[in-house]
């Protein structure tokens, strides 16, 4: 039991803090969905407030949140129960600002989060003519390094197609929703949640706050299990079925707007775990190298466990950056790649399980994590050795300014880079696949 607590311990600071899985999830979800006759045919939604849906659907919503409770207390392991005091209560005398914070906070979402009206283009298209928004009027972390977001503003009542709204929200958790919300980060409503404390990652970090609603390591070793448990404790899974039910929700009462905004969020966390650096504790090491490298930590030699938190980072972040920077730049040019091709593509959608509860984990998760292997294979053959093989190296901090595709281009043979990305291409035709079958999920719940 001894040993157990000790590894226990240790296997916390074995967990990479990148919370982030795909570089903008935005540009694959534009071409996953803008041939789905479902989206490309839907009729343009007007646009409304989160305030409007909320006042218009109050006791509604009451009763799917207090269903979504007994859900998540039936469905997940370790499932800390909602505190009786951020129950949602319809109640007509409440202001907008108070309504919105208390649906919020029964969400146990950042309180913070402006939800704000706008729209991120497809770069594809002509930019749109006028201002953008603020950073900060639509996202609570800070700009990323090299990274340029353009938010586009909407006003209440106006239309817009529903793939904009749909891809656009494919973004927003990554945009502060589920950031400081344990009791141990930085902030007043963390300490409200009765969450507890982070389990795992580093508590002070906005990003790392996030990982557990956007990791799901739900195929590891019973040993894993035994000797680390607070790997079991994510929320991928109750996020999605929190947003899925929303849209399903929304659709069904009127709310077209909401209906597909919701389903982008529900998305995002199904998209998540597509990636195997999000669906695998280590990604293409075994169960007694991670046991061994924990227990040479426990006797006071711990430079192959911070060697390996080094390397699991570095890989995560070159290939989200290879991928990120590959499909903006075939945005720039209009052109498509294997990339476009393979999210597009919609011949394997019906060759998976019929959409349940349990496709995130049983079918998502469980294919990304069994690919981890041949995606850390592919960036090792193809990358530069010191940014994914040296734990000298913290490809975070460098990471904006690395010409990292043009550098594979140059070193790598042509055969490592046609695997790197025959490889990132078929995780994002699963992503593809995956995103339209639990929309259709959706869209058939909401049918009359």
């Known amino acids: 039991m001894k040993l157990l607590t000790s590894l226990s311990i240790l296997f916390f600071g074995l967990i990479a803090s990148d919370a982030m899985a795909w570089g903008d999830h935005r540009l694959p979800s ?34 799917l949140l207090a269903q979504q409770e007994v859900w998540a207390a039936a469905n997940l392991k370790f499932y800390p129960a909602l ?16 309504l919105k914070k208390g649906f919020l906070m029964a969400l146990r979402v950042a309180p913070n989060y402006p939800f704000a009206l706008y729209y991120q283009p497809d770069p594809r298209k002509p930019r749109p003519a006028g201002a953008a928004l603020a950073h900060a ?23 817009i197609d529903a793939l904009s709204v749909l891809a656009t929200a494919t973004e927003e958790p990554d945009n502060g929703l589920d950031i400081n919300l344990w009791a141990d980060n930085p902030s007043e409503w963390g300490k409200l949640m009765g969450l507890g404390p982070q389990p ?24 894993i299990y035994k000797a680390a448990s607070f790997v079991t404790h994510t929320f991928p899974l109750l ?22 905004r919701f389903a982008g969020i529900a998305m995002h966390y199904l998209q998540d775990l597509s990636q195997p650096f999000h669906a695998s504790l280590s990604p293409g090491d075994g169960v007694a190298k991670m046991i061994g490298i924990n227990v040479l930590a426990m006797v006071g030699l711990p430079k192959w466990k911070d060697d390996l938190v ?24 209009q052109q498509d790649s294997s990339l476009e091709i393979s999210l597009r593509a919609m011949d394997m959608d019906g060759s998976y399980p019929a959409w349940s509860d349990n496709y995130l984990r049983d079918v998502v ?8 292997a041949t995606v850390v294979q592919a960036i090792l053959k193809s990358m530069p050795k010191t940014y994914v093989a040296d734990p000298q190296f913290d490809f975070g901090p460098q990471s904006s300014t690395i010409a ?9 043979s042509s055969e490592a880079k046609q695997q790197l990305e025959a490889t990132i291409a078929a995780l994002l035709g699963n992503y593809g696949a995956h995103s339209r079958n639990a929309l259709r999920g959706i869209l058939k719940a909401s049918s009359p």
Do not use: C
């Open 83 to 98: 505190p009786a005091a951020l129950a949602f209560k319809a109640n007509p005398a409440l202001g907008e600002e108070g």
């Open 365 to 372: 998760s469980a294919q990304a994590a069994a690919k981890a």
């Open 137 to 159: 009027s639509v996202n609570t972390l800070p700009v990323s390094a090299g990274v340029a977001l353009s938010y586009f503003p909407l006003k209440a009542n106006e239309s």
């Open 310 to 333: 080094i390397l699991l980072s570095n890989r995560h972040l070159a290939l989200e950056a290879y991928q990120a920077t590959a499909m903006r730049r075939n945005a720039v040019l």
């Open 239 to 260: 996020r999605h079925h929190q947003f899925a039910t929303l849209s399903i929700l929304a659709l069904r009462t009127g709310h077209p707007y909401w209906g597909w």
């Open 404 to 412: 990292l595709n043009d550098e594979v281009g140059k070193t790598a």
């Open 30 to 63: 534009y071409r996953a969905f803008e041939r789905m006759p479902e989206v490309a045919q839907a009729a343009p939604p007007k646009v409304e407030s989160l305030q409007d849906f909320l006042r218009a659907e109050e006791p509604a919503i009451e009763k």
């Open 200 to 223: 795992f990652g580093n508590p002070s970090l906005p990003y790392s706050s996030q990982a557990p609603f956007h990791m799901g390591f739900y195929h590891e070793s019973p040993a």
